[in-house]
Each structure stands twice: as C-alpha cells, then as structure tokens.
C-alpha cells in the first residue's frame, strides 16, 4: 500500500481505498447496516465484508473493472451489458429482504417529492422552466403503483464490475430493499441510452420503455439540486442534465 485515496467524499458519507480494502465511513448507521446485510442476502457477486466497527465499514475490492462511467463512452462489451442486465434480472427474483426501501414508498410521495424539486430548480434558476416542464411531464410515466422487488436502490453504471464478459461484483448497497425494478434499470442505463437494448435482452422479460425514460427524466429532475450542493457536477457533458436536455 503506498497511499490512501479518497474514493468520493461529501458531507453524508465518505469512501476510502488503502490497497486492496475499502474504508466507508457513514454518519448514518443504518447505511451500513443495510449495506452489510444487503450484500449478505443478494444472490448475485458483491463485495467481501472483511470487518465493521461502526461508523466505518470495510471490504474488499471486486476484480474487474467499471461497466463505465456517466458521462463517459463505455468500452464494455454489448455482452457484458446483456450479463449486467442478466444479473440484476436475477436480484430481483430473490426474497424480498426483511427490511422496507430506503427510496421513496410509492408514486403518490414520489410526485409530492418531484413536485416540490421541479418548483425548486426552477425559482432557484437552476434549471429553466421549459426543461423543467418537459421532463416533469415524461417523468408522468413512472408515477404508477409498482410490485417491489428486491433492489440495489442505487444501481450507477460505476458500482458494476465486470471482466470481459462477465460480471465480476456489484458495489454500494447502502440504498437497497424493496423497490422498483425500472429503478434499478434506469439507474444503470442513464446517460447510456444506447446499451438499453443490450441490459434488457440479458434481463429477459419485457419492460416498458416509456417508463425506462420516464425514471432518467425523474432520477434526474431530483438528482440535479443534490449533486450540485454536493460538489458533484450535473450539468458535464453527457451527465444528468444532459439527460433531461434529451427528452426535449
């Protein structure tokens, strides 16, 4: 081990790399328990708990590297997509876990939630209105009941591994529990519209678009305020507001 690096850091949670071992450190001690006890259930690659002593969890690194990054071209394969989508296919058929969803219960408190964001964006003129409008309207398709299954809750392109073809682990489960599938499945593929196809064929059931677009144009229309106010940049190229500048 030669140094310490800083993973990602913000004023909620921060993860760090000393050699082969992964030091996360959250404020919130229910993360982590979720997180432990998530990758314990899920019965697809995750990393390996080498110990926790709150606030900090330790584990072990996947082999492999990224699917790919937001805002970035991905260099995977259309086969290492399909098995990313195979894989999730196959989380979302386990047993539900034991413990409810960190995200957000139903479509009636996600629509007060985006409501409320969508008049932020705008008045704050973080967003203009149009695209604020356009998306909240696209964003319409995914407020419908869904049947929960068990999810990552967080499922960004850059916590799947994968080695060649194969996937090799999936990281950061702090989010998961009883969610929506499209969520999972919107997570992954947002800001790479162009390996939906390839996720879905290796997920093997039909899924509706339309609401596929309608939770990039949600994810993003709530995601946007957060990462500014984070020190994260939404609005780089190919990232989330790019995303909503598509559905116009």
């Given amino acids: ?22 030091l996360k450190v959250d404020a919130d001690q229910a993360r982590i328990d ?11 690659p995750t990393p ?10 330790a584990i072990a690194s996947v082999p492999g590297t990224v699917l790919g990054r937001l805002g970035e071209p991905s260099t995977a394969s ?39 964001e969508c008049e932020l964006l705008v008045t704050n003129g973080v967003l203009p209105a149009d695209l604020v409008t356009r998306n909240r309207q696209v964003a319409e398709a995914a407020l419908r009941p869904w049947t929960p299954v068990f999810t990552h809750g967080d499922l960004q392109i850059e916590h799947v591994f994968v080695d060649g073809d194969e996937v090799t682990g999936i990281i950061d489960w702090s989010e998961a529990g009883r969610g929506n599938a499209l969520f999972d499945l919107a997570t992954l593929t947002l800001g ?43 609005f780089a190229p190919g990232c989330e507001v790019d995303v909503l500048r598509s559905r116009l």
């Fill in 78 to 116: 259309s086969a290492a997509w399909a098995a990313a989508g195979a894989v999730i296919r196959q989380l979302h058929e386990a047993p539900l876990p034991p413990w409810p969803g960190r995200r957000r219960r139903g479509p009636d408190e996600l629509a007060a939630e985006l409501d409320g």
């Fill in 48 to 57: 390996e708990v080498l110990w926790r002593k709150p606030p900090v969890l």
């Fill in 1 to 22: 081990m030669d140094e310490i690096k800083v993973v990602v850091a913000h004023s909620e949670r921060a993860t760090l790399r000393a050699g082969d071992v992964f």
């Fill in 192 to 234: 790479h519209e162009e390996h939906l196809d390839d996720v879905i064929a290796g997920y093997g059931t039909d899924v509706d678009l339309d609401v596929i677009r309608a939770w990039w144009s949600l994810r993003s229309l709530l995601g946007v305020r957060w990462l500014v106010e984070h020190g994260f940049d939404p």
């Fill in 34 to 44: 979720v997180e432990a006890e998530a990758m314990s259930l899920a019965p697809v």
